[in-house]
T-cell receptor, first 111, second 115 residues
Framework: QKEVEQNSGPLSVPEGAIASLNCTYSDRGSQSFFWYRQYSGKSPELIMSIYSNGDKEDGRFTAQLNKASQYVSLLIRDSQPSDSATYLCAVNALGTDKLIFGTGTRLQVFP | DAGVIQSPRHEVTEMGQEVTLRCKPISGHDYLFWYRQTMMRGLELLIYFNNNVPIDDSGMPEDRFSAKMPNASFSTLKIQPSEPRDSAVYFC?????????????FGDGTRLSIL
């Protein structure tokens, strides 16, 4: 059983639409959750962190966390072609300082 | 502030050769992580250090891989002897204290090709 699961995609959305990316995790006690964006050939770049149940908004990005259901999601409003990238979900491994990464969801935003 | 600095950016070498990858973490960060990324396996943690001490090396694939952190500003990942299956992008990342709560900041990576 994978510890952090993401749909690999690609998820294709038109420009201006809302992109919804989802992630589930297995460690019920995990407390820190991160979304990274990775452009092709580049390194992962942190875009959001969330620690408490509910929503956290930062510009066009909203992270949502539901610990009871063990999922975390990322919404991108007003999607732009420049948002086309792979989005990695990362969850801290219970009792350690490690992050467990999902395999990523590839997002394609078309004009 | 300078980010995580990795060198070299690209390395092409022949099977059997020794490969050394280098990393300078962000100043003041207590944690340093080495990852490997491939299409098949995604981003895998190889080893991480806290205050220069290796904490967990369970992700190191085999004895051909070794990592050191002689001081707070420098770490190396060494592969000896290298094999074609080691071809991947290797990332170094660092984070401040309370690692589990802090995001990790990645370097630009080293793209390694073993012929």
């Amino acid at each position: 059983q994978k510890e952090v699961e993401q749909n690999s995609g690609p998820l294709s959305v038109p420009e201006g639409a809302i992109a919804s990316l989802n992630c589930t995790y297995s460690d019920r006690g995990s407390q820190s959750f991160f979304w990274y964006r990775q452009y092709s050939g580049k390194s992962p770049e942190l875009i959001m962190s969330i620690y408490s149940n509910g929503d956290k908004e930062d510009g066009r990005f909203t992270a949502q966390l539901n610990k009871a259901s063990q999922y975390v999601s990322l919404l991108i409003r007003d999607s732009q072609p420049s948002d086309s990238a792979t989005y990695l979900c990362a969850v801290n491994a219970l009792g350690t300082d490690k992050l467990i990464f999902g395999t990523g969801t590839r997002l394609q935003v078309f004009p | 502030d300078a980010g995580v600095i990795q060198s070299p950016r690209h390395e092409v070498t022949e099977m059997g050769q020794e490969v050394t990858l280098r990393c300078k973490p962000i100043s003041g960060h207590d944690y340093l992580f080495w990852y490997r990324q491939t299409m098949m396996r995604g981003l895998e943690l190889l080893i991480y250090f806290n205050n220069n001490v290796p904490i967990d090396d369970s992700g190191m694939p085999e004895d051909r891989f070794s990592a050191k952190m002689p001081n707070a500003s420098f770490s190396t990942l060494k592969i000896q002897p290298s094999e074609p299956r080691d071809s991947a992008v290797y990332f170094c990342a660092s984070s401040p204290q309370q690692g589990w709560r802090q995001p990790q900041h990645f370097g630009d990576g080293t793209r390694l090709s073993i012929l």
